[in-house]
Antibody, heavy 120, light 107 residues
Framework: EVQLVQSGGGFVQPGGSLRLSCAAS????????MHWVRQGAGKGLEWVSA???????YYQASVQGRFTISRDTDKTSLYLQMNSLRPGDTAVYYC??????????????WGQGTLVTVSS | SSELTQDPAVSVALGQTVRITCQGD??????ASWYQQKPGQAPVVVVY???NRPSGIPDRFSGSSSGNTASLTISGAQAEDEADYYC??????????FGGGTKLTVL
């Protein structure tokens, strides 16, 4: 059974930092890309960041330079270090598993989501 | 980065067919994938690639693409299909992008 267990969300003041984690099991972690996707309250899905199987990383423009994505193959875990947080970063953050089968790429598994609230 | 445009809301009578569309330049190079999201739940992929359905997704869900437009068709919509639907594709910069989402109401 595939499991993506997320942790690390919470409440933080503007300018603060948080680290999200996503512990994966039930599939061959090293064979898949890993992503973070967020969703503000009442809003749509917004892609945030990705780390490919070979280690290449990608970021949405609004988080570039503030967020860092990483993966640990030995621990089969995904991380998102979020610095200089802004109120606009408030959202439920999902980790998602990407199938690298270009051009028919898709997200096959999703975590349960973790809420990040940035407010003074 | 690219954008994907979806109609904000669509409605369909129970048992009828509905098409949800997604437009964007990235769709000329990459297939769209489609996600169903019900309130309080994580998204679930329903269609990807040219017209592929993961196991467990009913065959009333199908996908198609032409030029810069991808479509998700639900043939014989059921009450349980009422949800938000999002398209996604990779874009030419190498990152990924979601459409704004379509709220489907089954009447």
């Amino acid at each position: 059974e595939v499991q993506l267990v997320q942790s690390g969300g919470g409440f933080v003041q503007p300018g603060g930092s948080l680290r999200l984690s996503c512990a994966a099991s039930g599939f061959t972690f090293s064979h898949y890309d890993m992503h973070w996707v967020r969703q503000g309250a009442g809003k749509g899905l917004e892609w945030v960041s990705a780390v490919e199987t070979a280690g290449g990383t990608y970021y949405q423009a609004s988080v570039q330079g503030r967020f860092t994505i990483s993966r640990d193959t030995d621990k089969t875990s995904l991380y998102l270090q979020m610095n200089s947080l802004r109120p606009g970063d408030t959202a439920v953050y999902y980790c998602a598993v990407g199938v690298p089968a270009s051009p028919k790429y898709y997200f096959v598994y999703w975590g349960q989501g973790t809420l990040v609230t940035v407010s003074s | 980065s690219s954008e994907l445009t979806q109609d904000p809301a669509v409605s369909v009578a129970l048992g009828q067919t509905v098409r949800i569309t997604c437009q964007g330049d990235s769709l000329r190079n990459y297939y769209a994938s489609w996600y169903q999201q019900k309130p309080g739940q994580a998204p679930v992929v329903v269609v990807y690639g040219k017209n592929n359905r993961p196991s467990g997704i009913p065959d009333r869900f199908s996908g198609s693409s032409s030029g810069n437009t991808a479509s998700l068709t639900i043939s014989g919509a059921q009450a349980e299909d009422e949800a938000d639907y999002y398209c996604n594709s990779r874009d030419i910069s190498g990152s990924w992008v979601f459409g704004g989402g379509t709220k489907l109401t089954v009447l």
